[in-house]
C-alpha cells in the first residue's frame, strides 16, 4: 500500500494548481503531424528575434568551464547592474529568472497568518508563491483590466508583508503612470515590502511608465524585479534581477540557493547588457508588431487592451477556448487566458512581421469558422 503523499502535503500546498505554461511547439507538431517550422508560436511572450549573436558567442566560450561550478556571488554581473543603475552591488540579488526572485521574497517574508496584496489578472506567480509560503492572497478587483492602486493601498492590513506590482502587467499590458506610483508608494507603510515587477519595462522607454529603479533611494521597502528572460532574449537560460535596498537584498541572499544562477546565464546576460544594438532591434520590432496586429484586430472589428508589453490581450466577447483550439489547428499557439478570469480574451505575443500576418490570417479564417 502506499501512502497518499498529497494528503500529507501542506495544507495549503495540497490546494495549489501547477502554473500552465504556453503549449511546446514540439507538442502542437506531433498532434498535428506536421514540422515544427511549420508552427507559429506566439503565446510566452518570448523575443522573436531569437539570441543575440554577442551573447551566442560568449555561451560557447564559456561552455568549457561547465564542470566548475557557477560564481555563486555572480560578481561580474552584480557589478555591471550596480553601474547601470547607480547602485551598490549589495543590492543586487540575482535570481534563476525574475520568478525566483518573486519566490525568494515569498519564502523570507510569507508564511500562514500573513497576506500579500496583488491585483486581479495580474501575473500567476503572484498567487503561486503566497500559497506556497501558506499565506493568504489578497486580490484586489482590477480596473479596466489594470490595477487599481488606491483600492490596493486600502487593502494593506497590519498581516500584510508584501505588495506585488506589475507595471505594464502580464496579462492586460495595463500600466500606471508616476504619479500613480508616487501616490501608492507614499500610502504604503514602511513596513511592507512593495515588490515592483519590471519585466517588461524595456519595451516602454520613452513613454509615461516610471522607472523603478529611480525610487530606491527614497523607498528603502521598494524592490524591483527586471528580467533578461524578455527584452534581451534570453528566457531558455533563467536569469533574471532584484534591486533593493541592501537590507532587503541580505534577506533574500540567506535564503537563495547558493549557485540559484547558472554560468551560461550569468555570461550571457553580461554580453546581452553590452548589446545595445539588440535591445533597440527588440523595441522596434515590438512597437511595429504591436501595430500590425491592432491594425488587424481594428479590421476584424475585435477590441483589445492597449498594452506597454510584448503582447496584447484580444476581446472576442465570448468564449474564446473554440477560437483557441481552431488556431492551434492552424498551427498557431497563443495563450488562453481563462485562468487569469478572462475567458473571452486570448493573449498574443508580439512576433515578427511573417509570424504577425500568419496569426492574422488564421485568425481571419477562424472567425469565419466558429
Ligand atoms: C515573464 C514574467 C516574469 C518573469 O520571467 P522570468 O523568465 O522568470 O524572468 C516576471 N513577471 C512577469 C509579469 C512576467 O510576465
Redesign the pocket.
Known amino acids: 500500500m502506499s501512502s497518499d503523499f498529497l494528503a500529507l502535503a501542506l495544507p495549503y500546498v495540497q490546494g495549489l494548481s501547477p502554473y500552465v505554461p504556453g503549449k511546446p511547439i514540439d507538442e502542437l507538431a506531433r498532434e498535428l503531424a506536421i514540422d515544427p517550422a511549420d508552427i507559429v508560436k506566439l503565446a ?2 518570448e523575443n522573436p528575434l531569437g539570441p543575440s549573436a554577442k551573447v551566442c558567442t560568449a555561451v560557447v566560450e564559456a561552455l568549457t568551464e561547465l564542470t566548475r561550478y557557477p560564481d555563486g556571488s555572480g560578481f561580474a554581473l552584480k557589478q555591471k547592474l550596480a553601474e547601470r543603475y547607480a547602485v551598490e552591488p549589495t543590492q543586487v540579488t540575482l ?8 519566490e525568494l521574497v515569498a519564502r523570507a517574508w510569507l508564511a500562514p497568518g500573513r497576506n500579500a496584496v496583488f491585483s486581479e489578472h ?2 500567476a ?1 503572484y498567487p503561486i508563491a503566497t500559497l506556497a509560503a501558506g499565506a493568504e492572497c489578497r486580490q484586489v478587483p482590477a480596473k479596466n483590466y489594470g490595477h487599481d492602486l488606491e483600492a490596493m493601498a486600502a487593502a494593506i492590513d497590519s498581516n500584510t508583508r508584501v505588495v506585488f506590482i ?1 507595471n ?4 492586460t499590458g495595463t500600466w500606471f503612470n508616476q504619479a500613480a506610483l508616487n501616490a501608492f508608494l507614499a500610502k504604503v507603510p514602511d513596513n511592507v515590502l512593495v515588490v515592483l ?1 519590471e ?2 519595462i524595456e519595451y516602454a522607454a520613452d513613454s509615461d511608465l516610471p522607472d523603478g529603479m529611480a525610487y530606491l533611494s527614497r523607498y528603502p521597502n521598494l524592490l524591483v ?6 527584452a534581451y532574449g534570453l ?1 531558455a537560460l ?3 534581477y532584484a534591486v533593493s535596498s541592501a537590507a532587503i537584498a541580505d534577506v533574500l541572499n540567506r535564503v537563495r540557493q547558493p549557485f540559484n544562477v547558472n554560468s551560461l546565464a550569468l555570461v550571457a546576460a553580461c554580453a546581452a547588457l553590452d548589446d545595445a544594438e539588440y535591445l533597440e532591434r527588440s523595441r522596434t520590432l515590438n512597437s511595429q508588431g504591436m501595430q500590425q496586429l491592432e491594425e488587424g484586430f481594428k479590421r476584424l472589428g475585435l477590441s483589445w487592451i492597449p498594452s506597454r ?1 510584448n503582447f496584447i490581450a484580444v476581446d472576442f466577447q465570448r468564449d474564446a477556448a473554440a477560437i483557441n483550439q481552431a488556431l492551434l489547428a492552424q498551427g498557431v499557439i497563443v495563450r488562453p487566458v481563462a485562468g487569469y478570469g478572462m475567458p473571452t480574451f486570448l493573449r498574443i505575443s508580439i512576433g515578427t512581421a511573417e509570424e504577425n500576418q500568419r496569426f492574422l490570417d488564421a485568425l481571419t479564417l477562424v472567425l469565419q469558422q466558429v
Open positions: 510566452s511572450n535570481g534563476n529568472g525574475s520568478n525566483d526572485v518573486l495580474a501575473f506567480v506589475a505594464p502587467n502580464n496579462p515587477d519585466a517588461y524585479s527586471r528580467t533578461f528572460s524578455k528566457a533563467r536569469v533574471g508589453g
